[in-house]
C-alpha cells in the first residue's frame, strides 16, 4: 500500500510500505477514507522534532474497519469509525478517569514501528478502546466525513483548551492563535455558551473563519499592541478564559498579560523554544490559573460527535486544501508556507 514518509526536513515521500495485518486479537486494521496534515506534524517537517529516516507520519484519520482480532467486540469489519491522535486501551486507570493521553498502554500513531494515520490502512491496537464508530451512511457525504475528521484532534484539542480556560455562559474568552486548533477552540467556546469571544489573528482568511465560528471581536496585532488592543475591548481587565493554542514564549506571554485576575489559561499549543512565557508571580500575584496539555480526544469524541452530526457545529472549514494520498508532500509544502490552514487528504 502507499502511505507518507518522512525522511529529513522537507523530504517527505509516499511509498510503497507493507500492508498492516492483525498482529493481536486486540488489533483492528482500518482502511482510510479521510486523513489530514497537522500543525504539530509542521514541526518534523522542519526538523524541529526528530524521526528517523523512513518513518510514517499521520495521526488524524477516518475509515472503514477491514478486519478485527479475536477479542474486538466494539467494531467489526464493514463499520465506519474514527480514531483519535492517539491509541489507548480503555480500561487502564487514566482511561478510565478520562485522560487517555496517559494510558499505560498507549501510543501515538506514526511513533517507531507503528502506522501513521497519512496512508492506505492503519493497524489500530486496542481497537475497543480507541475507535468510536460512526454512521454507515455518513461514508458518501463528503461534507460530513470532513467534519466527523476534526473528532480526530483539532476539533477535541479545541474543546480542551476551552475547557481548561474556563469557558462558559457569559464568560470572555480570548484565542491566541488562528490556526485549525485555535478556530476549533473559538467554535468550542461558542458552543460552552460563551458570550464574548476575542480571536487573535492578521490572517484575514482565518479571521473571517473565527467569526463564522462565533468570535464578535478580532485582534490584529500581536505582543504588546495585542494586549493593549484586548484590554481596550474589555474594559481593562482582560478576558475571563484565554486559549493559548501556539506554543511559543511570546503566546504565552500575551495569553497571561490579556487574563483577567482570577481567570485561567487553557493552553494546548505543543511547546517549542526555550522559554516559557510564564512568570509565576504574576500568575500568583494575580489569582490566574493554568491548565490544559495533551488533549485526550477520545474521552471527547461520545460528547461532541451528536453536535457534529446534527450540524450544531461545522468544524470543517478549517479543511482549505484537498489532496489525494500522491499529493501529501504538496500539502506539507503548503502549510509550512502558511498557504494552505490544514490540508485533508483523501483515499477515494
Known amino acids: 500500500m502507499r502511505a507518507t514518509t518522512i525522511h529529513a526536513p522537507y523530504d517527505m515521500r509516499v511509498e510503497d510500505v507493507p500492508e498492516p495485518m492483525v498482529k493481536l486479537p486486540t488489533d483492528a486494521v482500518v482502511r482510510v477514507l479521510r486523513a489530514c496534515i497537522c500543525g504539530s506534524d509542521l514541526w518534523a517537517y522542519r526538523g524541529e522534532a526528530a524521526r528517523e529516516p523512513g518513518q510514517r507520519i499521520g495521526h488524524e484519520f477516518l475509515g472503514v474497519v477491514e478486519e478485527t482480532g479475536s477479542e474486538v467486540s466494539t467494531v467489526r469489519r464493514g463499520d465506519l469509525v474514527v480514531a483519535p491522535f492517539m491509541w489507548s486501551d480503555g480500561v487502564c486507570d487514566y482511561c478510565r478517569e478520562g485522560l487517555t493521553t496517559s494510558c499505560e498502554h498507549g501510543g501515538f500513531w506514526g511513533s517507531v514501528g507503528y502506522d501513521g494515520g497519512q496512508?492506505?490502512?492503519?493497524?489500530?491496537?486496542?481497537?475497543?478502546?480507541?475507535?468510536?464508530?460512526?454512521p454507515k451512511e455518513a461514508a458518501s457525504d463528503d461534507h460530513l466525513l470532513s467534519a466527523l475528521l476534526t473528532l480526530s484532534d483539532v476539533l477535541g484539542t479545541g474543546h480542551h483548551a476551552a475547557l481548561g480556560a474556563g469557558a462558559r455562559?457569559?464568560?470572555?474568552?480570548?484565542?491566541?492563535?488562528?490556526?485549525?486548533?485555535?478556530?476549533?477552540?473559538?467554535?468550542?467556546?461558542?458552543?460552552?455558551?460563551?458570550e464574548r469571544i476575542i480571536a487573535l489573528g492578521r490572517h484575514e482568511v482565518r479571521t473571517g473563519i473565527a467569526r463564522r465560528f462565533g468570535a464578535t471581536d478580532v485582534v490584529a496585532e500581536r505582543g504588546d499592541a495585542a494586549v493593549e488592543a484586548v484590554r481596550e475591548l474589555t474594559g481593562g481587565q482582560g478576558a475571563h478564559a484565554v486559549v493559548e493554542a501556539v506554543g511559543t514564549e511570546q503566546s504565552m506571554r500575551t495569553a497571561v498579560n490579556i487574563t483577567r485576575d482570577g481567570g485561567a489559561i487553557g493552553f494546548v499549543g505543543v511547546p517549542h523554544g526555550s522559554g516559557t512565557g510564564l512568570d509565576l508571580s504574576v500568575m500568583f500575584d494575580r489569582n490566574i490559573a493554568l491548565r490544559g496539555g495533551v488533549a485526550p480526544v477520545r474521552a471527547y469524541i461520545p460528547d461532541l460527535l451528536p453536535d457534529v452530526l446534527d450540524g450544531t457545529i461545522d468544524p470543517s472549514p478549517v479543511f482549505d486544501m484537498t489532496v489525494g494520498i500522491e499529493g501529501v508532500p504538496e500539502g506539507y509544502k503548503a502549510m509550512d508556507e502558511r498557504t494552505a490552514l490544514k490540508v485533508l487528504v483523501t483515499n477515494g
Open 119 to 134: 496512508g492506505e490502512a492503519v493497524r489500530v491496537p486496542f481497537a475497543d478502546g480507541t475507535l468510536v464508530q460512526l
Open 169 to 194: 455562559p457569559g464568560a470572555t474568552v480570548a484565542v491566541v492563535g488562528d490556526g485549525a486548533v485555535g478556530l476549533c477552540a473559538v467554535l468550542a467556546a461558542k458552543r460552552l455558551g460563551a
